[in-house]
């Protein structure tokens, strides 16, 4: 089996490491990948600050460079595939493209996604022995319905310490032009995560999505926590190295 | 009415505004899921459903059931007068209040009341107007507004309100509150008794009977509605029903969701005025239906899911950013998620056009509000509306900034200047970057740093991935190539120019 | 055009709706099942455990216990004036007599409000009672004066066990043509003071629910 990767504007831009170990836990269970050229953003950050007609021309690519393609589409972010799969389609009013999106839409999917409702994988190989809490990102929560696909994954890696997180549902305060609308809103939320963090006791926190990462990661960063964040697919790239 | 400036508003929330109202929405979430665990999941889920839409299809047929109810309401002896905006519907509760030469006033919570500011026009006219539900009662003595839409109060300790009550009620007050409790049912039993006139709004209109469905726990909402001889009613539009049965499966969801109860102590149903002297009950009624800004909402076929809303205040209990922030900061009688939404279409964008940005779209209230409005679709919307502009208003974003999403637009879809982009922000961030972090930036990116630094700027997963293939390693090969042509072709151009300039 | 013209226009203007447009039927997914009711005790049971958790006080008993039980709540509830519906039912269980013989003095329930309000006892019956909820259904009429249920500072419900229904429809069905009827659920309340739950403001600060049905 080939997928084609999505690779994201934030993925691709600040977790270039993490695409990586997307493409390396992907080989290890035997399916290929391919990353077809040309992809730029999806639209989304148009769309969500209300500028819906700009986000045409970046889907209008987006649509471009995955019709040609085949099989699935896997990204490493809920909040990209919420929006292809939700919104994407509707910003075409010609039925040709429309249903283009729509063939396009069906196929995407969230790396969590993909590995256990599509392949029914839980255990991808991975050794990371140390305590981890799990954030629950919003767009792969509630836009997508995805609750326990990551935690089976972080469940199934050998030497892993799962535990609970107070709040693991409550946003993170990213929300995308959020966050540099209302920074202190934004921020006096992120606070209020980090705190839940570092209360569980773990010494990572794993999420998801790129967005949630940038801002959790950045917030432990600035505190100076021993704390690290990272995307779930780093750890379940890990073989028992140190990260 | 002035724009409302949430930015600015949030940097103004005291300090103890937080955690007072964190404590409301614990509670109420917590009393809430006990409740609705009761019913199950699936009985819950199909009982959301029904709220849903059975106020869905009240709203697509409003002009039908309105006038039902106005038919049935008049046929019972009841007064029906319609208000066009607040104005308006100040005007008529003031007529009534003069033709019946009323001196004070008791009132039972109404968001509709206060969306008009009744209470203002009444006390200018000289009549005496009164809170009476505890909460209100006590912001009102205290000149405030209500922090939290079911417990206006919450804010305040009960040192603060004892002090209060001794200041302005002339009372030794206790800071208890069983104590307190007493004093407020001492001081207006007596408000209830002289009352000329009682003023509520309603949870539901039943278009079938002419019904007003009243929800309250203490008792104030009967006592208003009762004892003084006569009674106005200052109702939204949106707040039609068809029938009881529709009754049926709403009170089902507005209390459990409001404060995790079953059903709240008293509801009263009350159909025109009294029909007997001997049962008692006021002699005249009259009911203000009240537009303010509701037709526009109607016009918009998605956001018009907004007037599906019942007033429970669930989205508010469950918003990180109302949490975090509390109501006033929303500037608006409607505050939350509900308010985010509301308000820039009762008010329109031009005064409320930040609302719809007041959110992280996090969702939650959508997966909590008891008659699934879909929230964080009609934010879009609104946003949308702000930004670009619809078919109900224009945008009011800035030539500047269209410009600007025009641009972003352009290049984010264009691969070359995409991926020129990646590469060529790696060589500006070189000054701001410290071990992998950008920690301060400049205007407009330091609202981002300042509060967390950034990560740095690492776009090489095309490179890696494309090295791994000998095709891929061919294709970046004459990437590089068509790059040093570009380069070396400017650089003639440039030189060439030069040449001319000097002769 | 006044502004009910214009209202209603605005609102078929902005529906795509003209006078005459057609209503379609309320759709089946607006409605939900009935409550399925256990046997006639546990209905009971369940009501009276609601009312209890609500801080309400219950019994159910039998015609031969009601002056004692009458006799015990003057005494608990320092009673010194009542007031009642003036239905067939209270005046069939001789109610109005058995307080005299207590010494309380009875204010007709047509009295003025301020009178009723200085009540220590108001006693009604009810006309349905929802076990689900712990909810008694009060009609007003020349019989059942509104006041009597809340100006008095205790509140007396004595029921029979078939006024009880198994869920709101078919108590609505029975009522929806008339004029006032009120929902109570337990003694009045609020959570107004820093979530603090304080029984008993503005509405009768205790509810009393007997059960009239053989016995204790």
Same mark, same amino acid.
């Given at each position: 089996?080939?997928?084609?990767?999505?690779?994201?504007?934030?993925?691709?831009?600040?977790?270039?490491?993490?695409?990586?170990?997307?493409?390396?836990?992907?080989?290890?269970?035997?399916?290929?990948?391919?990353?077809?050229?040309?992809?730029?953003?999806?639209?989304?950050?148009?769309?969500?600050?209300?500028?819906?007609?700009?986000?045409?021309?970046?889907?209008?690519?987006?649509?471009?460079?995955?019709?040609?393609?085949?099989?699935?589409?896997?990204?490493?972010?809920?909040?990209?595939?919420?929006?292809?799969?939700?919104?994407?389609?509707?910003?075409?009013?010609?039925?040709?493209?429309?249903?283009?999106?729509?063939?396009?839409?069906?196929?995407?999917?969230?790396?969590?996604?993909?590995?256990?409702?599509?392949?029914?994988?839980?255990?991808?190989?991975?050794?990371?022995?140390?305590?981890?809490?799990?954030?629950?990102?919003?767009?792969?929560?509630?836009?997508?319905?995805?609750?326990?696909?990551?935690?089976?994954?972080?469940?199934?890696?050998?030497?892993?310490?799962?535990?609970?997180?107070?709040?693991?549902?409550?946003?993170?305060?990213?929300?995308?032009?959020?966050?540099?609308?209302?920074?202190?809103?934004?921020?006096?939320?992120?606070?209020?995560?980090?705190?839940?963090?570092?209360?569980?006791?773990?010494?990572?926190?794993?999420?998801?999505?790129?967005?949630?990462?940038?801002?959790?990661?950045?917030?432990?960063?600035?505190?100076?926590?021993?704390?690290?964040?990272?995307?779930?697919?780093?750890?379940?790239?890990?073989?028992?190295?140190?990260? | 009415?002035?724009?409302?400036?949430?930015?600015?508003?949030?940097?103004?929330?005291?300090?103890?505004?937080?955690?007072?109202?964190?404590?409301?929405?614990?509670?109420?979430?917590?009393?809430?899921?006990?409740?609705?665990?009761?019913?199950?999941?699936?009985?819950?889920?199909?009982?959301?459903?029904?709220?849903?839409?059975?106020?869905?299809?009240?709203?697509?047929?409003?002009?039908?059931?309105?006038?039902?109810?106005?038919?049935?309401?008049?046929?019972?002896?009841?007064?029906?007068?319609?208000?066009?905006?607040?104005?308006?519907?100040?005007?008529?509760?003031?007529?009534?209040?003069?033709?019946?030469?009323?001196?004070?006033?008791?009132?039972?919570?109404?968001?509709?009341?206060?969306?008009?500011?009744?209470?203002?026009?009444?006390?200018?006219?000289?009549?005496?107007?009164?809170?009476?539900?505890?909460?209100?009662?006590?912001?009102?003595?205290?000149?405030?507004?209500?922090?939290?839409?079911?417990?206006?109060?919450?804010?305040?300790?009960?040192?603060?309100?004892?002090?209060?009550?001794?200041?302005?009620?002339?009372?030794?007050?206790?800071?208890?509150?069983?104590?307190?409790?007493?004093?407020?049912?001492?001081?207006?039993?007596?408000?209830?008794?002289?009352?000329?006139?009682?003023?509520?709004?309603?949870?539901?209109?039943?278009?079938?009977?002419?019904?007003?469905?009243?929800?309250?726990?203490?008792?104030?909402?009967?006592?208003?509605?009762?004892?003084?001889?006569?009674?106005?009613?200052?109702?939204?539009?949106?707040?039609?029903?068809?029938?009881?049965?529709?009754?049926?499966?709403?009170?089902?969801?507005?209390?459990?969701?409001?404060?995790?109860?079953?059903?709240?102590?008293?509801?009263?149903?009350?159909?025109?005025?009294?029909?007997?002297?001997?049962?008692?009950?006021?002699?005249?009624?009259?009911?203000?239906?009240?537009?303010?800004?509701?037709?526009?909402?109607?016009?918009?076929?998605?956001?018009?899911?907004?007037?599906?809303?019942?007033?429970?205040?669930?989205?508010?209990?469950?918003?990180?950013?109302?949490?975090?922030?509390?109501?006033?900061?929303?500037?608006?009688?409607?505050?939350?998620?509900?308010?985010?939404?509301?308000?820039?279409?009762?008010?329109?964008?031009?005064?409320?056009?930040?609302?719809?940005?007041?959110?992280?779209?996090?969702?939650?209230?959508?997966?909590?509000?008891?008659?699934?409005?879909?929230?964080?679709?009609?934010?879009?919307?609104?946003?949308?509306?702000?930004?670009?502009?619809?078919?109900?208003?224009?945008?009011?974003?800035?030539?500047?900034?269209?410009?600007?999403?025009?641009?972003?637009?352009?290049?984010?879809?264009?691969?070359?200047?995409?991926?020129?982009?990646?590469?060529?922000?790696?060589?500006?961030?070189?000054?701001?970057?410290?071990?992998?972090?950008?920690?301060?930036?400049?205007?407009?990116?330091?609202?981002?740093?300042?509060?967390?630094?950034?990560?740095?700027?690492?776009?090489?997963?095309?490179?890696?991935?494309?090295?791994?293939?000998?095709?891929?390693?061919?294709?970046?090969?004459?990437?590089?190539?068509?790059?040093?042509?570009?380069?070396?072709?400017?650089?003639?151009?440039?030189?060439?120019?030069?040449?001319?300039?000097?002769? | 055009?006044?502004?009910?013209?214009?209202?209603?226009?605005?609102?078929?203007?902005?529906?795509?709706?003209?006078?005459?447009?057609?209503?379609?039927?309320?759709?089946?997914?607006?409605?939900?099942?009935?409550?399925?009711?256990?046997?006639?005790?546990?209905?009971?049971?369940?009501? +009276?455990?609601?009312?209890?958790? $609500?801080?309400?006080? &219950?019994?159910? /008993?039998? !015609? %031969?216990?009601?002056?004692? #039980?009458? =006799?015990?709540?003057?005494?608990?509830?320092?009673?010194?004036?009542?007031?009642?519906?003036?239905?067939?039912?209270?005046?069939?269980?001789?109610?109005?007599?058995?307080?005299?013989?207590?010494?309380?003095?009875?204010?007709?329930?047509?009295?003025?409000?301020?009178?009723?309000?200085?009540?220590?006892?108001?006693?009604?019956?009810?006309?349905?009672?929802?076990?689900?909820?712990?909810?008694?259904?009060?009609?007003?009429?020349?019989?059942?004066?509104?006041?009597?249920? +809340?100006?008095?500072?205790?509140? $007396?419900?004595?029921? &029979?066990?078939? /006024?009880? !229904? %198994?869920?709101?429809?078919? #108590?609505? =069905?029975?009522?929806?043509?008339?004029?006032?009827?009120?929902?109570?659920?337990?003694?009045?309340?609020?959570?107004?003071?820093?979530?603090?739950?304080?029984?008993?403001?503005?509405?009768?600060?205790?509810?009393?629910?007997?059960?009239?049905?053989?016995?204790?």
């Amino acid at each position: 089996m080939r997928v084609q990767l999505f690779l994201t504007c934030l993925g691709e831009n600040f977790f270039s490491s993490t695409l990586q170990d997307l493409v390396r836990v992907l080989e290890r269970i035997g399916v290929d990948v391919a990353m077809p050229e040309g992809q730029t953003c999806c639209g989304q950050p148009f769309y969500n600050s209300g500028f819906q007609s700009q986000a045409i021309a970046p889907a209008r690519n987006f649509l471009r460079v995955f019709a040609p393609t085949d099989g699935y589409i896997v990204a490493p972010s809920g909040s990209c595939v919420d929006f292809v799969r939700h919104h994407l389609p509707e910003l075409f009013q010609d039925p040709r493209e429309h249903s283009i999106a729509q063939e396009i839409a069906a196929r995407t999917y969230e790396f969590s996604e993909f590995l256990v409702r599509v392949l029914n994988v839980r255990d991808v190989g991975a050794t990371f022995p140390h305590k981890v809490t799990y954030h629950a990102s919003c767009h792969a929560l509630r836009g997508l319905g995805l609750r326990e696909e990551s935690k089976e994954l972080l469940r199934a890696v050998k030497g892993l310490e799962l535990v609970p997180l107070n709040e693991e549902e409550t946003c993170c305060g990213f929300g995308g032009v959020f966050s540099v609308i209302y920074p202190e809103v934004s921020a006096s939320m992120m606070h209020a995560k980090i705190a839940n963090i570092q209360a569980s006791g773990a010494d990572y926190v794993v999420m998801g999505d790129p967005g949630c990462l940038m801002n959790i990661a950045g917030g432990l960063h600035k505190i100076g926590s021993p704390i690290r964040a990272l995307h779930t697919i780093q750890v379940l790239a890990a073989n028992g190295g140190a990260q | 009415m002035m724009r409302i400036d949430f930015r600015a508003n949030v940097q103004r929330v005291p300090p103890n505004m937080p955690p007072s109202v964190r404590k409301a929405t614990t509670r109420f979430l917590g009393t809430r899921a006990n409740v609705v665990n009761i019913f199950g999941d699936e009985r819950w889920q199909q009982l959301r459903q029904a709220g849903h839409d059975v106020r869905l299809h009240t709203i697509n047929h409003l002009d039908y059931y309105l006038t039902r109810l106005e038919e049935n309401v008049a046929s019972a002896g009841g007064i029906v007068h319609w208000a066009r905006d607040a104005e308006q519907a100040r005007q008529i509760v003031l007529a009534i209040a003069r033709e019946h030469n009323v001196k004070r006033a008791v009132k039972v919570k109404s968001m509709a009341t206060e969306e008009i500011g009744l209470n203002h026009a009444l006390i200018d006219a000289g009549i005496q107007t009164l809170e009476t539900d505890l909460g209100e009662y006590i912001v009102q003595l205290a000149g405030e507004g209500p922090s939290h839409i079911i417990v206006p109060a919450v804010h305040l300790t009960k040192e603060g309100i004892a002090d209060l009550f001794t200041q302005k009620l002339g009372v030794n007050a206790p800071p208890d509150p069983l104590e307190l409790c007493a004093i407020a049912r001492t001081k207006l039993r007596e408000e209830f008794m002289s009352a000329d006139l009682g003023i509520s709004g309603a949870n539901f209109l039943v278009a079938e009977t002419g019904t007003l469905v009243i929800v309250t726990n203490e008792g104030n909402g009967r006592m208003c509605t009762t004892l003084p001889p006569l009674h106005i009613a200052v109702v939204g539009i949106d707040k039609v029903v068809p029938d009881f049965e529709s009754v049926n499966v709403l009170l089902k969801l507005l209390p459990r969701s409001a404060t995790g109860q079953k059903i709240s102590t008293y509801t009263s149903f009350i159909t025109g005025p009294r029909r007997s002297t001997e049962e008692g009950g006021p002699q005249e009624f009259h009911l203000v239906l009240l537009d303010n800004g509701r037709t526009r909402v109607l016009r918009d076929p998605v956001a018009r899911e907004t007037l599906l809303c019942i007033r429970c205040g669930v989205c508010l209990n469950v918003c990180p950013v109302y949490n975090h922030v509390g109501g006033h900061a929303y500037g608006a009688v409607y505050s939350g998620p509900i308010g985010a939404i509301l308000a820039p279409q009762l008010l329109g964008v031009k005064i409320a056009g930040d609302l719809p940005f007041a959110s992280s779209l996090c969702g939650a209230c959508a997966d909590y509000c008891p008659v699934k409005i879909p929230i964080p679709k009609i934010l879009l919307r609104l946003r949308h509306r702000v930004v670009e502009g619809d078919h109900v208003q224009d945008a009011i974003t800035s030539a500047p900034m269209r410009a600007g999403a025009r641009a972003g637009s352009f290049a984010l879809s264009q691969s070359f200047l995409y991926a020129l982009g990646s590469q060529i922000v790696k060589i500006f961030q070189a000054p701001f970057q410290r071990a992998g972090w950008l920690t301060h930036l400049p205007p407009p990116a330091n609202r981002w740093t300042m509060t967390r630094p950034l990560p740095a700027f690492n776009a090489n997963f095309r490179a890696w991935f494309r090295k791994r293939t000998p095709a891929g390693r061919a294709r970046v090969q004459k990437r590089k190539l068509g790059i040093g042509l570009l380069f070396a072709g400017i650089a003639a151009l440039g030189a060439w120019w030069l040449a001319r300039r000097k002769k | 055009m006044n502004a009910r013209e214009q209202i209603l226009a605005d609102v078929r203007l902005a529906l795509k709706r003209t006078t005459d447009a057609p209503v379609l039927p309320i759709p089946g997914s607006a409605r939900i099942a009935p409550r399925v009711p256990g046997d006639a005790n546990a209905e009971i049971e369940m009501l +009276l455990g609601e009312i209890t958790k $609500l801080g309400g006080a &219950t019994r159910r /008993i039998s !015609r %031969a216990e009601m002056r004692a #039980a009458l =006799a015990q709540i003057a005494r608990d509830d320092a009673v010194k004036k009542a007031t009642l519906w003036e239905t067939q039912e209270l005046k069939a269980w001789d109610i109005a007599d058995a307080l005299r013989d207590l010494g309380i003095e009875i204010i007709s329930p047509h009295a003025d409000k301020r009178a009723l309000a200085e009540c220590d006892l108001g006693i009604t019956g009810a006309d349905a009672a929802f076990p689900e909820t712990g909810t008694l259904l009060l009609r007003s009429s020349p019989e059942k004066p509104r006041a009597v249920s +809340l100006l008095p500072r205790v509140h $007396l419900a004595i029921i &029979t066990p078939e /006024i009880l !229904r %198994a869920d709101l429809a078919p #108590a609505f =069905a029975e009522v929806k043509g008339e004029g006032y009827w009120v929902f109570v659920t337990g003694p009045s309340r609020t959570a107004d003071i820093e979530l603090t739950v304080t029984i008993g403001v503005h509405g009768p600060k205790a509810l009393r629910v007997w059960v009239m049905d053989g016995g204790s």
